[in-house]
């Protein structure tokens, strides 16, 4: 059993022993033959207990000590045994060689202690005193540290084992980066917990197009240098080393310093560069960290597809729904807004950050259908006859029939919007008149955002409405046009909502004065625009 034991207390400058014994005698003696004892640069730091209960202080207080010369007999019982016992299996120490010296050649008790006491040595005083001490304490302290690099090695397998199913799942270049400092330096220190994080370390990245690599995420003495070029932040020697691991996915480990590059074939580029404790390098096998790196390379390699895929299908939806609103001459940033207004309110809502993301990235083309609408209805300034608006209602079935066939779950979320989006919660919309919740959340979401960004904007046959009138009016259609929930979250946060109005307001937008007021008209509104 490998385990209990706080890599973080263990001890670089010496080796602990602890001699216990009630015999002064064997102290002085242990003490005086070890007192220039060096073993591989480090000396002995010998601890000293005469009683079993001075014993299990010190050794309470004393995690890392490496090596226990345990008298056998302390009085007249044979308390080392049950001392013995009481290390390993109470106090869960595997690591500590333990050493059982006694006086007596007591063959039956030689024998009972080695079969079943987990012991590393049996010696008798007078010849450990004589002339086995060097070779019993060397062969103990290699054998200590042997097993401790393998219990930090398969500490740090598991660490990386779990990290690299956690890196798999991160959906954002932040996040990715702030869960790989904190496990490498995990790792490469062998900190426990959050015991650490004040070790300086940083990820920064380089997108396509850009001349500089920013910095994404920071520990210790870069904490706050988010966002900072990344030749600002490092000392010109930490910044060489960068360049010295190159363009490829390489890493360098040196005295000092892990730093290691990740390029995907996306063209993002990143660094990570993390300062080593100077345990680091007694403790983790480089061929680990290697394993390490090239785990974090192809979790990197992987989200950046990801980010890719997703930002060329969110442009693609973004331009096919430009198209849409140009054909009805709704120039500008409407679906961007709606898209926007949609995120919102999901994400208040309480959707999933999948669902959040599905309706964010189909909002845009929610009337796509009315490509299949004539410009001489889409474009008419004045109101429709009976027999064009219903034309213009069948907008929802041409769109959903577009996309309805498609297996994914993007293009099947476009789907429902674009045939739900003019249903009304009170179940007076078109083309189904589905009730309340049977219209899916997406659909009720997009009415809303739809309705708020078409109301307060200019169309070809009204001016845009002030904020007071669209707040009035969705009041009056909380529970009717609208679900109440989603009308309470715009009220809510309607500073939110007003900054992407701001941020995305429309320019050089044509202003066709034909309507002069704005009271609601629901043929020609209900007709053009989102109601
Ligand atoms: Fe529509
Ligand atoms: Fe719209």
Redesign the pocket.
């Known amino acids: 059993m490998l385990s209990n034991l706080p890599t973080d207390q263990i001890s670089n400058d010496c080796w602990k022993i602890l001699i216990i014994d009630d015999d002064n005698f064997i102290h002085k003696v242990i003490e005086e033959s070890l007192k220039d004892y060096v073993f591989e640069g480090r000396p002995l730091e010998i601890l000293q207990a005469y009683t079993s209960q001075e014993a299990l202080r010190i050794l309470s207080q004393n995690k890392d000590i490496a090596l226990i010369l345990l008298d056998v007999y302390i009085g007249s019982e044979a308390i080392g045994l049950k001392l013995a016992k009481y290390i390993r299996e109470i106090v869960g120490n595997s690591l500590v060689r333990i050493i059982l010296m006694t006086s007596s050649i007591d063959n039956t008790l030689r024998k009972e202690a080695v079969v079943n006491y987990d012991i590393n040595g049996y010696e008798y005083k007078k010849d450990l005193m004589s002339k086995k001490l060097h070779t019993v304490v060397t062969s103990s302290l290699r054998y200590y540290r042997d097993i401790l690099h393998m219990y930090n090695n398969k500490k740090a397998m598991e660490e990386i084992a779990t990290t690299s199913s956690q890196l798999f799942g991160k959906e954002s270049i932040e996040d990715f980066f702030e869960t790989t400092l904190y496990h490498l330096n995990y790792v490469i220190n062998l900190y426990e917990d959050n015991y650490g994080f004040d070790v300086s370390s940083l990820a920064a990245v380089k997108a396509n197009g850009d001349n500089h690599f920013r910095v994404v995420s920071g520990f210790g003495k870069y904490q706050s240098a988010i966002h900072s070029p990344l030749e600002d932040v490092l000392s010109d020697g930490d910044y060489g080393l960068i360049k010295d691991a190159g363009t490829s996915n390489n890493c360098i480990i040196s005295e000092d310093n892990f730093v290691s590059c990740y390029n995907s074939s996306s063209g993002v580029e990143a660094v990570v560069f993390l300062e080593m404790d100077n345990k680091g390098e007694n403790h983790v096998n480089y061929d680990i960290l290697k394993v390490f790196h090239r785990n974090i390379a192809a979790s990197f390699e992987k989200l950046c597809i990801n980010m890719e895929i997703e930002e060329t299908q969110r442009e693609i939806l973004y331009i096919l729904g430009e198209l849409t609103e140009a054909k009805s001459e709704e120039t500008g940033n409407h679906v961007l807004r709606v898209s926007k207004y949609a995120k919102i309110l999901a994400e208040k809502y309480g959707l999933s950050k999948r669902d959040v993301m599905l309706v964010t990235m189909a909002a845009p083309i929610?009337?796509i259908g009315?490509i299949a609408i004539s410009d001489s209805i889409l474009l008419k300034p004045c109101s429709l006859t009976p027999s064009e608006w219903e034309i213009v209602k069948s907008?929802?079935t041409i769109g959903y029939n577009i996309l309805k066939n498609s297996n994914r779950d993007l293009l099947k979320s476009a789907a429902i919007i674009a045939h739900q989006?003019?249903e009304r919660y009170d179940g007076k919309g078109y083309p189904q008149g589905l009730k309340g919740e049977e219209i899916h959340i997406f659909g009720r979401i997009v009415a809303v955002a739809?309705v708020f960004d078409a109301l307060g904007s200019p169309r070809v046959y009204k001016k845009p409405w002030v904020l007071n009138d669209i707040l009035a009016y969705f009041k009056e259609e909380r529970g009717k046009h609208f679900d109440p929930k989603l009308v309470d979250i715009l009220f809510e946060n309607i500073g939110e909502f007003l900054e992407i109005k701001e941020k995305f307001s429309d320019e050089n937008i044509k202003v066709i004065e034909q309507v002069s007021d704005n009271t609601f008209d629901s043929n020609t509104f209900y007709g053009k625009?989102?109601k």
């Open positions: 929610h009337d009315k907008h929802t989006h003019h739809d625009d989102a």
